[in-house]
T-cell receptor, first 112, second 109 residues
Framework: IAGITQAPTSQILAAGRRMTLRCTQD?????MYWYRQDLGLGLRLIHY???????GKGEVPDGYSVSRANTDDFPLTLASAVPSQTSVYFC???????????FGPGTRLTVL | GQNIDQPTEMTATEGAIVQINCTYQTSGFNGLFWYQQHAGEAPTFLSY??LDGLEEKGRFSSFLSRSKGYSYLLLKELQMKDSASYLC??????????WGAGTKLIIKP
């Protein structure tokens, strides 16, 4: 692994289903982030984590949850997917909270 | 509220120079970032400004004026591979990045 990986690459999901997007980094970065990117809008922060064991809410956290059990992994869970959660999801990490962020390749999620 | 404004789309010619502007109104300021994003790919870091002035990095330069809430990204000697979206982002008082919607740059031969 080099950098940040995300899985799956893409997914079509029925509304109401539970889904976990996976994110793993091997750079030993302290901070990690989840963003969604929608056409015509800037990246919007969903949740973030300053360090393992801590998480915080971003701009659009409703309907999403995260956990940070260790430094490397930062999964994002949609408890009950809705069509408005159709988006491209990017995971990112940085050495510390204010540092340069490095992005994973993204997950394209479609909720029908 | 917090706001980052940049043009939606710009067109330039291969070999030329283009300037992409970004204006911002945010709660606090702890630095401004420029990222490049090719279609279907992840954003990649280009530059960071925290003090007023010009930062030069090869063909790319970025300028910041904190008093005017203004930045620009200057791309010289444009190449076809520079066709991408350019994202401006400001680190606010909570150390969260506030992102503009991006400027799609189209390079014509």
């Amino acid at each position: 692994i080099a950098g940040i990986t995300q899985a799956p690459t893409s997914q079509i999901l029925a509304a109401g289903r539970r889904m976990t997007l996976r994110c793993t980094q091997d750079m030993r970065h302290n901070a990690m982030y989840w963003y969604r990117q929608d056409l015509g809008l800037g990246l919007r922060l969903i949740h973030y984590s300053n360090t393992a064991g801590t998480t915080g809410k971003g701009e659009v956290p409703d309907g999403y949850s995260v956990s940070r059990a260790n430094t490397d992994d930062f999964p994002l869970t949609l408890a009950s997917a809705v069509p408005s959660q159709t988006s491209v999801y990017f995971c990112a990490s940085s050495e510390e909270l204010a540092g340069v962020q490095f992005f994973g390749p993204g997950t394209r999620l479609t909720v029908l | 509220g917090q706001n980052i404004d940049q043009p939606t789309e710009m067109t330039a010619t291969e070999g030329a120079i283009v300037q992409i502007n970004c204006t911002y109104q945010t709660s606090g300021f702890n630095g401004l970032f420029w990222y490049q994003q090719h279609a279907g790919e992840a954003p990649t870091f280009l530059s960071y400004n925290v003090l007023d002035g010009l930062e030069e990095k090869g063909r790319f330069s970025s300028f910041l004026s904190r008093s005017k809430g203004y930045s620009y990204l200057l791309l010289k000697e444009l190449q076809m591979k520079d066709s991408a979206s350019y994202l401006c982002a400001v680190l606010d008082s909570n150390y969260q990045l506030i992102w503009g919607a991006g400027t799609k740059l189209i390079i014509k031969p």
